[in-house]
């Protein structure tokens, strides 16, 4: 509408989309439903929440927290922060989480699983990450992941596979990926056109807190062309 002089005065009025979002979690603690149905035991099942703000501060970050009991039990806490307001191609990401299995598999005999429950945690991990991602065109992007993760069985999974982590009954190693991905497909999803390089570089095990050091090297290409 028209105001004072010849200036004119829009207002416009938005609304936000939902931005708090609960997941249920409900899956089997065996590798499958067949699995699970040779017992039928509902007591072998983990069910919890996922709770994900997509718009925390009001500025497109991502906060979650996972919650998780039944068979299995795990705490995670995720915070995203997409982009720097004075660095708007470089983003920022952090997490954590404790998983406690109540049963693991100590060998296999006849191609099937030899599993092992104990009182309380039969198996736990912590894992502690930080990520840092850029994106200086459209089309490039990149990522570097440093984390590090703490794995510890209870006694009698050492007594029953001596190699289970190697000799110990905890093992603790740091692991650092670099990723680099260059899109040129005409879509993200089902494209019918361009190609997609991605190349991902890890080292799993280095440094004085580490008991091991693994390298790896993938590369991917693919092509995509209308029939």
Do not use: C
């Amino acid at each position: 509408f028209q105001v004072a002089g010849p200036y004119v005065e829009v207002i416009i009025t938005v609304q936000e989309r939902w931005y708090f979002w609960p997941f249920p979690i409900l899956e089997f603690a065996d590798p499958n439903f067949n699995v699970w149905w040779e017992q039928k035991d509902f007591s072998r099942l983990n069910w919890g929440t996922l709770l994900a703000h997509e718009n925390f501060r009001g500025q497109r970050e991502k906060l979650g927290l996972i919650l998780q009991l039944g068979y299995s039990k795990s705490l995670g806490l995720m915070y995203d922060i997409p982009v720097f307001k004075n660095h708007p191609n470089i983003g920022l990401g952090a997490y954590s989480a404790y998983i406690q299995t109540s049963e693991v598999a100590v060998n296999s005999v006849g191609n099937r699983r030899d599993l092992l429950a104990v009182d309380g945690a039969t198996r736990q991990l912590l894992k502690n990450s930080l990520y840092l991602t850029w994106r200086p065109t459209l089309y490039m992007s990149g990522q570097l992941l440093l984390d590090y993760s703490n794995v510890s069985v209870a006694d009698e999974v050492i007594l029953q596979n001596a190699n289970y982590l190697g000799g110990g009954n905890s093992i603790g190693f740091f692991n650092a990926t670099a990723t680099f991905k260059y899109d040129l497909r005409n879509r993200k999803y089902y494209p019918l056109s361009g190609r997609f390089y991605r190349l991902d570089v890890s080292q799993l095990g280095f440094g004085a807190m580490s008991d091991l050091s693994v390298t790896k090297v993938h590369f991917e290409l693919k092509e995509f062309r209308e029939i």
